[in-house]
């Protein structure tokens, strides 16, 4: 288990952990497919002022799950099965996700915007949301 200090926390929500951290910069392209992808697989939520980023889908999807993961950071997990068919799923959670969020938001359809601004909101983002829409 990780010791975490001072300096490790994000100004909302969890520990950061840099393991979780991207290891690739997105490109414009990156960002339009990923906005695409999460438009359509995507489930954005709020716990306990920790905002969240799920993507569920077929274990088939971990490449792409993958990808996504080392341009966003997160992390991929194993997810329900259903009979035959395996599930995987990659989370993204506290301050990954306003960061995600402003580097796809343009990509996604307003519903979504508001759906992952008020996610954001329970972190108390709100003003920064407003400013850069």
Not at 6 to 35: F, M, N, Q, S
Not at 59 to 74: H, N, Q
Request: aromatic content about 10%; overall charge positive.
């Amino acid at each position: 288990m990780a010791v975490y200090t001072e300096k490790d926390y994000c100004p909302i929500g969890r520990p950061t952990d840099p393991a979780l951290d991207p290891t690739i910069t997105p490109t414009e392209l990156d960002c339009a497919w990923t906005g695409g992808y999460l438009e359509g697989r995507g489930t954005f939520t709020n716990s306990q002022g920790t905002a969240r980023v799920v993507v569920q889908d077929r274990e088939s999807a971990r490449a792409t799950l993958k990808r996504t993961r080392d341009r966003f950071g997160g992390k991929i997990y194993p997810g329900p099965s259903y009979g035959d068919v395996k599930k995987i799923r990659y989370i993204v959670t506290g301050s990954r996700v306003a960061e995600l969020f402003y580097k796809i938001k343009k990509h996604l359809s307003p519903m979504r915007r508001k759906q992952l601004a008020a996610t954001l909101d329970g972190m108390n983002y709100n003003d920064e949301v407003m400013e850069n829409e």
